[in-house]
């Protein structure tokens, strides 16, 4: 066993194999982002961009919308979850999003929408939505990052920022 | 609410930053780590780093990168550097995979600059007027030896209670038990002692060395070639990650089956069924404590359908029927297959009704352990266990019944073949001979409640938290320190001398002096009246071996918290103490067992135990062996390269009975219910 490059297949597969619990809602929109990403001198958090990733009305409850944030090799999830959860916007208060990379390996997780949490496909590892990206078990040393939302007048949803250090960089702002 | 972090960067660490090799001390199975250190005031680019990849661009999966568990800032040499602590892809254990345990090593480090684990202890303390002074080394081991001494040369060396770790990882390691165990069992032959997690000093494995076989025997290799994985009683998904994820993952993958034996359905079971498909797995939720039943009648299946390894049995296991008698000491005759099937045959009716599992389901296991391929060639099974029939029902005998059916088979020394524990901590066992502690050890709890001992000395163990009937030990133990506390409290102000005295006094009247070494200041430290810090793996160099045997070096990158020490150093200043003060007392030739302590290193340490019985092995070579290390036993030195053992017994011999013919012997595993008394009313209730 060199390296653990095989769980990516195994991933995929057990993905379809277990396709029944897993509801892969259909990517609705992958919005690109508004504004150029870049980083910033040094300040208390970096400077991140202001991305429109979608309007209230586009989202529908438990209906997963593929995202990007903040730039386009960082792929995310937008959810409305049908109840108020705290650090949730919108009207109902139950608007969220999370990075879908997995913050051990770096798998890129899948949305169950039975149990509402986030699915690692190499490691097994779990994230409850409603509890703001916390591990119910697994590897991760960190819970998921949680991007930072804000609703303008028009209900537009902007990402503004993110809780914790995204898989795969030294930086969320490359 | 999760916990956010609020960390959305790192610092970058510079081409030039130290690496070290670093073996997770958490547990057993010690997957390799790089720490990372560099100055405080430098840092490296994005294109220019000691990763050596652009970190400009996101990162793949299985890549780079550092969880903010994975940074901090550390004393190194007296000045403040980063540390990051970054899984190794070159190991061969964890391929580049962390856990939730070794995944938080660089955060779970002492920080006065991120104030992680401030309460580490710093400084040594003793009880003075109410409360535990800090104090110097000098003076702590002053009191430690001079009542020690007192005790001892007056009342022999019975009255001295011992706790001590016997593992490798953080604490132990091979520096740290040899220290430890050439205080008590060289220089003093102590006999009333236990280990860290067990009331005794003895194995919890005894049968399978009675019967020849070493229980960490084979390499995590063996997982990925083997044809079936039985798992007894553990939960390696959670209790040994990687072990599962990065060996009997890819096991699975390439074909083999997964069996499971737990009166619980586990995460274990569940990632199994996601990576072999529930068609490839059997989990067989079991009656607690019925586990022999099961075995006897896996064994006896297997025999009848002539399923077993004849060549094998022929060769490498004793043939003249019963070759150890059971007696009070001996929990379990040992002998020959037949002789031990002349008690463990079991029908799959009994085994089925008493185990609470199908008829069927006892039959698959078998088959996919023991009966043949299509072809007529033999299958390849790993067996691994560990608490569940370890400290379960009965556990000698269980565990027999278990290795009876890996001798039957012939899967033990030989390739995707095996009978293991998963184990908990790593190894680093080294000491003089324990013979003296004599078989049944002393039980250890019972001895110290019924007012045994004087003086107790405690190394990084806290019974209060999970030792048998923990909460009347706490109790006793309290009320015969607190006499000590008070007489303490009444001598302060007078002489080294007179509190010696009152010491004395107050442990003939019933009290315990204690003297507890660890990290922390542990639950069963509130009842010590000395307390000496102790430093962890990587704030010294530390040698241990994982569940396969193999031995590295984890590298020292930073200093030990305040003035904490080694334990091996603890050690060789209370020997050095001893020493000097039973000389003042005129003791010379007393005095004179406690020579040979004159280590100012704990390579010195390393030296003077491991090394003489393996003079192969020096730090200078295990550091040039990385992560990766040697599979013990190391058996030579060629090319620059220590050249170690995959597995143990490939050569059909077996000897860790001891026995000069080399013949692994079966168990005479006869079931008796349930052996503790009071379980099957608690079963019963249950």
Redesign the interface.
């Known amino acids: 066993m060199k390296r653990c490059k095989g769980m990516v297949d195994v991933g995929r597969r057990q993905f379809l194999r277990g396709g029944a619990m897993a509801t892969a809602g259909a990517a609705v929109a992958a919005v690109a982002p508004a504004q150029e990403a870049k980083a910033a001198p040094a300040l208390a958090q970096i400077d991140y961009p202001s991305n429109r990733l979608a309007n209230v009305a586009d989202l529908k409850v438990n209906e997963p919308v593929d995202i990007e944030y903040p730039d386009a090799d960082s792929p995310g999830v937008l959810l409305k979850l049908g109840q108020s959860v705290e650090g949730g916007v919108g009207p109902d208060g139950d608007i969220v999003a999370f990075s879908t990379l997995c913050p051990h390996k770096g798998f890129n997780m899948s949305y169950n929408g039975e149990d509402h949490t986030l699915n690692c496909p190499g490691h097994f590892s779990r994230f409850d939505v409603e509890a703001g990206g916390q591990q119910t078990w697994g590897h991760a040393t960190s819970n998921v990052p949680q991007f930072t939302l804000r609703v303008d007048d028009k209900g537009d949803i902007y990402a503004e920022g993110c809780s914790d250090l995204i898989y795969g960089r030294m930086s969320n702002v490359l | 609410?999760?916990?956010?972090?609020?960390?959305?960067?790192?610092p970058?660490p510079p081409a030039d930053a130290k690496v070290h090799n670093v073996t997770c001390h958490y547990c057993i199975v010690g997957c390799g780590y790089k720490a990372y250190t560099w100055p405080r005031n430098k840092q490296g680019t994005?294109e220019n780093n000691a990763f050596g990849v652009n970190?400009?661009?996101?990162?793949?999966?299985?890549?780079t990168?550092?969880?903010?568990?994975?940074y901090n800032i550390v004393k190194q040499d007296g000045k403040d550097v980063h540390l990051m602590v970054v899984p190794d892809?070159d190991c061969?254990v964890n391929?580049?995979?962390?856990?939730?345990r070794g995944?938080?090593m660089a955060e779970n480090r002492p920080s006065e600059i991120t104030l992680t684990q401030q309460q580490r202890l710093t400084d040594p303390m003793v009880w003075r007027n109410g409360v535990w002074q800090p104090t110097s080394w000098d003076d702590a081991l002053d009191l430690v030896a001079r009542v020690t001494a007192k005790i001892l040369a007056e009342y022999g060396e019975d009255e001295l209670l011992v706790s001590m770790f016997d593992h490798g990882g953080s604490a132990g390691g091979y520096e740290n038990t040899w220290a430890t165990g050439k205080l008590y069992f060289q220089s003093m032959k102590v006999k009333n002692c236990r280990i860290h997690n067990r009331p005794g000093y003895n194995s919890e494995v005894h049968s399978s060395r009675d019967m020849g076989v070493g229980e960490l025997n084979y390499s995590y290799?063996d997982y990925?070639v083997t044809d079936t994985i039985f798992v007894v009683g553990a939960n390696p998904?959670e209790t040994q990650?990687n072990l599962f994820?990065?060996?009997m993952?890819?096991g699975m993958?390439n074909g083999a089956k997964f069996i499971m034996v737990d009166p619980r359905r586990t995460?274990t079971v569940?990632?199994a069924e996601?990576?072999a498909?529930k068609e490839n797995v059997l989990h067989l939720a079991i009656t607690p404590g019925t586990d022999m039943v099961l075995f006897n009648a896996l064994l006896t299946h297997i025999v009848d359908n002539g399923w077993i390894d004849k060549e094998f049995i022929a060769n490498s296991t004793f043939q003249g029927g019963e070759a150890v008698a059971e007696d009070s000491g001996q929990p379990a005759g040992l002998g020959s297959l037949d002789y031990a099937m002349e008690t463990c045959r079991t029908s799959l009716g009994e085994a089925a009704e008493i185990c609470g599992v199908s008829k069927d389901d006892i039959v698959k296991v078998a088959e996919w352990i023991a009966k043949p391929h299509d072809d007529g060639s033999r299958r390849k099974c790993v067996t691994a266990y560990e608490k569940g029939i370890i400290w379960g029902n009965d556990n000698y005998r269980t565990i027999g019944a278990l290795v009876n059916i890996s001798l039957a088979t012939g899967n033990i020394g030989r390739e995707g073949g095996g009978c293991c524990r998963l184990g908990g901590h790593q190894e680093g066992y080294y000491r003089p001979s324990d013979a003296h502690v004599g078989r049944p050890a002393t039980y250890f709890d019972r001895h110290l409640i019924r007012g045994g001992g004087k003086v107790y000395h405690i190394w990084a163990c806290d019974h209060y938290k999970t030792t048998l009937n923990a909460a009347e030990f706490k109790r006793v133990l309290k009320k015969r320190a607190d006499m000590v506390k008070e007489a303490m409290d009444a001598a302060a102000g007078g002489t080294r001398e007179e509190l010696v005295d009152a010491i004395v006094a107050a442990v003939n009247a019933g009290g315990l002096f204690v003297v507890d070494m660890d990290i922390i200041h542990s639950q069963i430290g509130q009842n010590a009246h000395v307390i000496l810090p102790a430093c962890e793996a990587n704030e010294m160099n530390l040698t241990s071996m994982n569940g396969e045997r193999r031995l590295r070096l984890s590298e020292k990158y930073m200093d030990p918290y305040g003035q904490s020490k080694p334990d091996c150093l603890i050690a060789d200043g209370i020997a050095q103490n001893m020493e000097r003060v039973l000389n003042e007392m005129g003791n010379d030739e007393y005095a004179d067992q406690f020579k040979g302590y004159d280590w100012e290193t704990e390579e010195d340490a390393f030296m003077d135990g491991y090394h003489q019985g393996n003079p192969e092995v020096t730090y200078e070579r295990l550091r040039a062996m990385g992560n990766n290390g040697v599979q013990e036993p190391v058996v030579g030195y060629e090319n620059g390269k220590l050249i170690g053992t995959p597995r143990l017994y490939a050569d059909g011999k077996f000897d860790r009975h001891g026995r000069e013919d080399k013949k692994a012997l079966f168990c005479a595993a006869q079931w008796r219910g349930y052996a503790a008394e009071g379980k099957a009313r608690e079963a019963a209730n249950h």
């Open positions: 609410m999760a916990y956010k972090r609020q960390i959305d960067r790192l970058i994005p970190l400009n661009e996101q990162q793949g999966a299985m890549g990168w550092v969880n903010p568990s994975m892809d061969v391929s580049g995979l962390g856990s939730i995944a938080r290799s990925e998904m990650t994820l990065n060996h993952v890819p993958q995460v569940n990632a996601e990576v498909g």
